[in-house]
């Protein structure tokens, strides 16, 4: 096995043991990417040589953090001190803020080797599309924003990457990758130095290859609950779980393979001993997608007045939109959309600790053919404005051989509880 196919959990052990280094893993990941972007087209931002330099840096650290060797992609609209962050944009083309955004600076410190910027979606919101391929079909799209992300990560050119998610851009492009992603709960990690579009909805995520590879950033993060005290158990057997199988308000709109996958997961988990039941959500929820586009649209006003009065002629017309408010959002509705979203989050939070998690689409169905539609958010949108954290677990293929993924979500501040969940579930779900 070459150093480029192991999980970040995996060659976090043998960097631990001393049998491999930065240096030798980054250079093995390095060459994945000479090998592979030319049709993957992952990556916006890539100097080998720095990569290189930081990685014999951390091989002479003294003191090893949790993330100690592991290379790790960036989602070019988090900033990096020493490479441009460009937001897939005309107007920043070469800026270099010459700081770390803040996840990024806690990766730095806690060992990782920064490898390069991956391609999103302009702003991580609408415009230009990545030029990113979906690796296992470069005539499909790898889902948006955090297209690279999830693409470098699935095509084994990096074992970690940060994505950002405001409605669907971190858990959708895993399901379209076939990768593992965490959405976190909201706020929980400093977001500081990425592109504000949503201060409601913008959340810092991740990707890997294993739930142990989610579990390893949640630590550097110091999520809450993430340490557990030596000999006591972490978490529980699939037959003691409880699983809530949620269909959601947009079932219709779920694809036969989406649906398919989400009935597999649950007979799968069913099969393993787990207690699998049907949820059906309060009717307030019957609301929910229309409030996160509320939100949406009426924060990202405020966001992009920036740009719109300095690059005016440079600003994609999406963005010009959401500053001349073409949706007509009016304070009343912004309002109401927060008095339901407030609603709702207390009546999501008192299905736990009933349930252990509750399993739902990851997105409505295979990749979308192309890049410019990089898939419809409206599986992930509601759990985004509910602010819970959710983790992306493969499950099948579609009529066209792509992946198909599920997601968990549980309570808000459960994130260690749900990695928890994921370690002993994915096994069963991710069978293929």
């Not at 270099?96 to 920064?114: L, S």
Request: proline fraction near 6%.
């Amino acid at each position: 096995m070459e150093p480029w196919q192991l999980t970040a959990a995996a060659a976090a052990a043998r960097l631990r043991e001393g049998t491999l280094t930065a240096e030798a893993l980054t250079r093995s990941c390095l060459a994945r990417i000479a090998e592979r972007d030319p049709v993957t087209k992952a990556w916006s931002y890539l100097d080998p040589m720095l990569a290189i330099r930081s990685a014999r840096e951390v091989d002479k650290a003294t003191v090893r953090g949790v993330l100690h060797g592991i290379p790790l992609g960036v989602k070019d609209m988090i900033d990096t001190a020493d490479m441009p962050t460009t937001h897939n944009s005309p107007i920043y083309q070469g800026l270099q803020q010459g700081r770390d955004a803040a996840c990024v600076g806690i990766a730095r410190g806690e060992g990782a080797v920064i490898l390069g910027k991956t391609d999103t979606v302009e702003f991580a919101s609408g415009g230009r599309r990545a030029l990113t391929r979906n690796p296992h079909d470069p005539a499909r799209t790898p889902g948006g924003s955090s297209s690279g992300s999830a693409a470098a990560v699935a095509d084994g050119m990096v074992p970690l990457a940060f994505g950002t998610q405001t409605g669907g851009s971190t858990i959708r492009p895993a399901s379209f990758c076939g990768v593992y992603a965490m959405k976190p709960t909201h706020g929980v990690v400093n977001s500081e130095g990425a592109k504000r579009y949503s201060h409601t909805l913008d959340t810092i995520g991740w990707y890997g290859r294993a739930p142990a590879d989610l579990r390893l950033v949640a630590e550097a993060f110091r999520l809450f609950d993430i340490e557990t005290p030596d000999g006591k158990p972490r978490g529980k057997t699939v037959q003691q779980l409880r699983i809530g199988i949620c269909h959601g308000p947009n079932w219709h709109l779920a694809s036969e393979e989406a649906q398919n996958a989400l009935l597999l997961a649950g007979k799968r988990l069913e099969a393993a001993g787990a207690i699998v039941e049907e949820l059906s959500l309060p009717q307030p929820f019957e609301g929910i997608t229309e409030a996160q586009r509320i939100v949406l649209l009426g924060e990202g006003r405020g966001a992009f007045l920036q740009e719109y009065l300095a690059a005016h002629g440079k600003l994609h017309a999406d963005f010009r939109d959401r500053v001349e408010n073409f949706a007509n959002i009016t304070g009343s509705q912004m309002a109401g959309a927060y008095n339901l979203a407030g609603d709702c989050r207390k009546l999501f939070d008192a299905l736990f600790p009933r349930f252990d998690a509750i399993l739902t689409p990851a997105a409505a169905g295979e990749a979308p053919l192309g890049r410019q539609d990089t898939g419809n958010p409206v599986f992930n949108s509601m759990w985004t404005l509910l602010h819970v954290p959710c983790i992306a677990i493969p499950c099948t293929k579609g009529p066209h051989g792509m992946p198909v993924g599920v997601q968990i979500v549980g309570p808000r501040f459960g994130d260690a509880a749900l990695l928890d969940v994921a370690a002993v579930v994915a096994p069963v779900i991710d069978a293929e």
